[in-house]
């Protein structure tokens, strides 16, 4: 079955329920199996008409979502994820997490969720040296990368640069930094979650508050969405963000 050209590939029951729910983007359509699964009704009241359903086999929607994580869904979107054109604001943004060099897209969408859960007002990514925003991450994001507020900038120190700009405090997730149990954070503040291997970028290393978390040894690291979510739990708890 061919398919029109500009469309984007979207998998897995909650990527397509938080899609259709957010009406930001249309479901032109949508790949099933023939024996439909039990996913399914939880999709079907919320799809527009002029969307398609097409039943095909599972091997099907395996090649086509390059992934055998589709939950027996795949659906093709007309248009990408939306991303916010202008800056974020301190007095309406006040707590932000940008991503420095993350490539792996599970990693990206893990912590657009943990964002979100905790009550994050926005996501820096940057063009250069960052894994893009796929339907891999749509679906490590549990769909809720369809409700987050996304800005992109160049490179990280544009990034943060821009940031400090605005009024922003800096904190850098790096080894060797203060235990987050002796920071008290003050908002407006950016929690930077650097790289899966390097770390932050040593072009901003300097550039803010360098933090960690306590950890049983020196030699170990905690995975970067893990970090992520932990950290904007702590600042969001301190900030009184969750109650």
């Given at each position: 079955?061919?398919?029109?050209?500009?469309?984007?590939?979207?998998?897995?029951?909650?990527?397509?329920?938080?899609?259709?729910?957010?009406?930001?983007?249309?479901?032109?359509?949508?790949?099933?199996?023939?024996?439909?699964?039990?996913?399914?009704?939880?999709?079907?009241?919320?799809?527009?008409?002029?969307?398609?359903?097409?039943?095909?086999?599972?091997?099907?929607?395996?090649?086509?979502?390059?992934?055998?994580?589709?939950?027996?869904?795949?659906?093709?979107?007309?248009?990408?994820?939306?991303?916010?054109?202008?800056?974020?604001?301190?007095?309406?943004?006040?707590?932000?997490?940008?991503?420095?060099?993350?490539?792996?897209?599970?990693?990206?969408?893990?912590?657009?969720?943990?964002?979100?859960?905790?009550?994050?007002?926005?996501?820096?990514?940057?063009?250069?040296?960052?894994?893009?925003?796929?339907?891999?991450?749509?679906?490590?994001?549990?769909?809720?990368?369809?409700?987050?507020?996304?800005?992109?900038?160049?490179?990280?120190?544009?990034?943060?640069?821009?940031l400090k700009q605005a009024g922003y405090q800096?904190?850098?997730?790096?080894?060797?930094?203060?235990?987050?149990?002796?920071?008290?954070?003050?908002?407006?503040?950016?929690?930077?979650?650097?790289?899966?291997?390097?770390?932050?970028s040593p072009e901003i290393l300097q550039s803010?508050?360098?933090?960690?978390?306590?950890?049983?040894?020196?030699?170990?690291?905690?995975?970067?969405?893990?970090?992520?979510?932990?950290?904007?739990?702590?600042?969001?708890?301190?900030?009184?963000?969750?109650?």
């Open positions: 079955m061919s398919l029109k050209k500009d469309l984007y590939l979207v998998y897995g029951a909650h990527p397509l329920i938080e899609l259709l729910k957010a009406k930001k983007r249309k479901l032109y359509s949508l790949y099933t199996t023939k024996e439909e699964p039990k996913l399914f009704k939880k999709v079907q009241p919320l799809l527009h008409p002029s969307c398609t359903v097409h039943h095909v086999t599972k091997d099907e929607l395996t090649r086509r979502a390059g992934s055998d994580d589709h939950q027996g869904l795949v659906g093709y979107a007309t248009a990408p994820l939306e991303i916010r054109k202008k800056p974020f604001l301190p007095e309406i943004h006040p707590l932000l997490v940008m991503l420095d060099g993350i490539h792996d897209a599970r990693n990206i969408g893990a912590i657009i969720r943990s964002a979100y859960c905790t009550g994050a007002d926005g996501i820096v990514i940057t063009q250069k040296n960052s894994g893009p925003l796929n339907a891999a991450a749509l679906k490590a994001s549990a769909g809720l990368a369809e409700r987050a507020t996304i800005y992109e900038k160049s490179t990280a120190a544009a990034a943060v640069h821009e800096i904190y850098l997730a790096a080894l060797g930094g203060t235990s987050i149990n002796k920071v008290h954070f003050t908002l407006p503040a950016v929690i930077v979650i650097g790289n899966e291997g390097q770390g932050i803010g508050t360098r933090i960690m978390l306590p950890q049983r040894t020196a030699d170990i690291s905690y995975n970067a969405s893990v970090a992520a979510g932990i950290l904007l739990f702590t600042v969001a708890q301190q900030s009184g963000k969750l109650t």
